[in-house]
């Protein structure tokens, strides 16, 4: 079973090794990665404020939907969610995750997009700590933990506080989104 993956990223901003990590597991997993932005061509990748590589885009929030992956992953930086939470068809396609109930991982500054979504109300989950109040005003309970795991809601949520704790954030993502595929497919 192949589980296919939606990375949302915007043009630029996105924290390269929260974009390759987690990429570069999904593959290792036999998986099939599929990065997707709000415009077409390439994203450019940061390594904290100086610019890194840049990558292909596969899809555009335009071009794809929810019902198409198994499961998102949301890199962070810091610029990358920010330009994706005043994006609205970015918004909604992080909405439609949960709506359908399958799953997302989030890292670092990431929740902030899912906080622009209205989701994380009375869910449990990590973000860097400069997000922790966002966290809170939107209603979650933030927690500051290498990895977190919520299943209270309409699907699994995944989140991780940084570039750190990518190894963590990796294992159990891949776990849950082969889980979540798994379940989809046998119903």
């Not at 043009?11 to 593959?27: I, N």
């Not at 919520?150 to 849950?176: H, Q, W």
């Amino acid at each position: 079973m192949i589980v296919r993956i939606a990375f949302l990223v915007a043009p630029e901003g996105v924290e390269q090794a929260e974009l390759t990590k987690p990429w570069q597991a999904v593959t290792e997993a036999g998986d099939s990665p599929v990065l997707v932005s709000t415009k077409p061509g390439r994203i450019q990748a940061f390594d904290h404020l100086d610019k890194a590589d840049t990558f292909p885009v596969d899809r555009t929030v335009d071009e794809a939907s929810a019902d198409e992956y198994d499961g998102l992953v949301l890199p962070g930086g810091v610029a990358n969610p920010d330009l994706l939470r005043t994006d609205r068809k970015a918004v909604d396609f992080i909405r439609g995750f949960f709506e359908t109930g399958k799953p997302v991982a989030a890292i670092c500054h990431a929740p902030w997009t899912l906080v622009e979504a209205d989701v994380v109300r009375g869910r449990r989950l990590t973000s860097y700590p400069s997000v922790r109040t966002d966290v809170r005003n939107a209603g979650g309970e933030w927690v500051d933990e290498e990895v977190c795991v919520s299943d209270t809601g309409p699907n699994t949520l995944i989140t991780s506080r940084r570039p750190a704790d990518l190894k963590a954030f990796c294992a159990a993502f891949i776990a849950e989104f082969r889980k979540a595929a798994r379940s989809t497919r046998a119903a």
